[in-house]
């Protein structure tokens, strides 16, 4: 740019408009997207299962894992992924919702005591699809707190705490899509208290996961998806530091990231894989999970 000829003082010009360059660029006029969330893929679907009470040392690496393991190499490994805190319970919170909700234990809560905003209402409120997939959940919708013939918790399943999230978008894992294409774009598949290594051994998780998923990870790796493996604390240990795995395509097979991630690390990159522009709780000052797309 040039200053017209005729201009007595050319550089009281270009102080001016250095003047409105740096006003407008204060207000937003000229500010860009977000470089965070334009660095990430887009997938078509997200599915997320939340593992229980295990510590990074535990599963990466062990012999017990074969299966979480050859995710790993094939995907992503977050080598400095944590838990928000203990029990189980305000963890799930966290990872939802962008905080605890006020819940400290196990006990069970009130069904719809909260209409925070989360994830499940993002999505809602974006006209995006959602739902959870939770193994023993007696049928669609249903609120029990336990179910000890089929090993159900309702503390692992915190959507059934915000009256923003309708209980019919809680299916029993029984309901998972056989045709992946069906899937909404962000699904979370919670297994029981014993194939989510809470109750029984890693070995048994590693496989649940394997048979239940296995299919739907290698689908993802060329449909434009996305596996997510995580827990929901340590076993009280390890500083809370968990297995967080990704695969699928788009991510960088045998790509890792030493960057310290949560939950709230988390539930941002899941917002903004969805392409949502709202962020629950603590989620909206959290960092995306990146270095690790292709």
Partial sequence: MSVPAGIRHPRLVWAVLAVVVALAASFGVWRAAPARAASLPAPDHVVVVVLENHAYSQVIGSSSAPYINSLKTGGANLTASYGITHPSQPNYMALFSGGTQGITGDSCYTVGFSSAANLGSELIAAGKTWASYNEGLPSTGSTV??????????????????????????????????????????????????????????????????????????????????????????????????????????????????????????????????????????????????????
């Fill in 145 to 294: 707190c336990t179910n000890s013939s089929t090993k159900y918790a309702r503390k692992h399943n915190p959507w059934f705490g915000f009256s923003n999230v309708p209980t019919s978008t809680a299916y029993p894992f029984t309901s998972f899509p056989t045709n992946y294409a069906n899937l909404p774009k962000v699904s979370f598949v919670v297994p029981n208290l014993c194939n989510d290594m809470h109750d029984c051994s890693v070995s048994t998780g590693d496989t649940w996961v394997q048979n239940n998923l296995g299919a739907y990870a290698t689908w993802a790796s060329t449909n434009n998806s996305l596996l997510i493996v995580t827990f929901d604390e340590d076993n009280l240990l390890s500083g809370n530091r968990i297995p967080t795995v990704i695969y699928g395509q788009h991510v960088t097979a045998g790509s890792s990231s030493s960057t310290t991630y949560n939950h709230y690390n988390m539930l941002r990159t899941l917002e903004d894989l969805a392409g949502l522009t709202t962020h629950a709780g603590s989620a909206a000052s959290a960092s995306d999970i990146t270095g690790i797309w292709s």
